[in-house]
């Protein structure tokens, strides 16, 4: 394999989801493999770490979309897995251009294998969803815009 080959395949693999690549030629074997980043973080004084799964600027990026629309922003009280409905197999709690009332379950988050029910603190309508099924968020990151 040219170096320059070698090359395009470690880009490749470094700008893709993957974790491990094997290849093998002519007897020359090139294994890569990509450790999760991980975050240690401190939920009610007992820290855990937490895989982080999104792209460093992702909070930044949705703080960006939730600037762009009118209305009251809706931000993670902490951090952990958004989930959209109650199972798998249900409808969400909410689509873009629903009308929620104040305490209205939004969604949900886990975080240490507890399920965090996430109530809209408006009266409104949704105007914008910033996070998707079974994202890793953060803390303070916005999550809905209702106005």
Do not use: H, W
């Not at 693999?13 to 294994?31: A, P």
């Not at 450790?35 to 855990?48: A, D, H, I, R």
């Not at 909410?94 to 399920?115: C, F, N, P, R």
């Not at 303070?140 to 209702?146: E, H, L, S």
Request: aromatic share 6%; net charge negative; proline share 5%.
């Amino acid at each position: 394999m040219e170096f320059e080959q070698l090359i395009t395949l470690i880009t490749a693999v470094s700008d893709s989801e993957l974790t491990r690549f094997s290849y093998e030629e002519n007897g020359t074997v090139i294994q890569m493999r990509k450790e999760k980043e991980e975050k240690l973080v401190t939920v009610n004084g007992v820290p855990q770490e937490v895989p982080v799964v999104m792209e460093q600027n992702a909070a930044p990026t949705a703080e960006k979309e939730a600037d762009k629309v009118a209305g009251n922003v809706v931000t993670s009280p902490l951090v952990g897995t958004f989930y959209a409905s109650s199972s798998p197999d249900a409808e969400p709690f909410i689509k873009v251009g629903d009308s929620v009332k104040k305490g209205q379950v939004l969604g949900i988050v886990e975080a240490m294998k507890l399920m965090n029910e996430i109530e809209s603190d408006y009266d409104g309508t949704v105007k914008k969803i910033l996070v998707s099924n079974e994202d890793v968020i953060e803390y303070g990151q916005p999550m809905f815009v209702i106005g």
